[in-house]
């Protein structure tokens, strides 16, 4: 009888909706699902409302520091600042002291979109069906998970 609950046990470790994995997954799809009309009338992809937003906290960073608070790769987020730049949101220029490193600024077109992106923070809390105390728990929650996952790298 141990062996069969055990086997259980393992069997129910293997399934789909017993992931944390698939549950943070697939709740990123839909989450992304739900931004996608609201940030199609601001001219933005869900990468480049982050970029965006990164660069709204504070202006003036290298692609480096960009690519660091997003926890994404530089070479992967140059072709994202180059259609932000094409859009007219955003300038990159080379630093004087290191033509290697790229500083990209916000233009005038960019520091107005903030204000139509403020529409964006209540219509998700509103979608998400929680309150916002709930919201921010889930947040800290996410946000721990995350520093523990990265010190096991």
């Not at 990209?104 to 960019?110: N, S």
Request: one cysteine or more; proline letters at 4%.
């Amino acid at each position: 009888m141990t062996t069969q609950s055990t086997t259980q046990d393992n069997c129910d470790n293997l399934l789909l909706n017993n992931q944390l994995c698939f549950a943070l997954h697939s709740t990123s799809l839909l989450m992304t699902k739900v931004y996608k009309p609201l940030l199609q009338a601001l001219g933005l992809t869900y990468p480049q409302y982050l970029a965006m937003m990164v660069l709204w906290e504070r202006d003036g960073l290298t692609v480096g520091e960009i690519s660091t608070r997003l926890l994404t790769d530089p070479g992967s987020l140059t072709p994202l600042l180059k259609r932000l730049e094409v859009e007219g949101l955003l300038s990159r220029t080379r630093s004087r002291e290191d033509e290697r490193v790229v500083i990209v600024e916000l233009t005038e077109q960019g520091r107005a979109l903030r204000e139509k992106a403020r529409e964006i923070p209540p219509c998700i809390l509103g979608a998400s069906g929680q309150t916002l105390e709930q919201m921010r728990k889930l947040q800290a929650d996410l946000q721990n998970l995350r520093s523990h996952l990265q010190d096991s790298l």
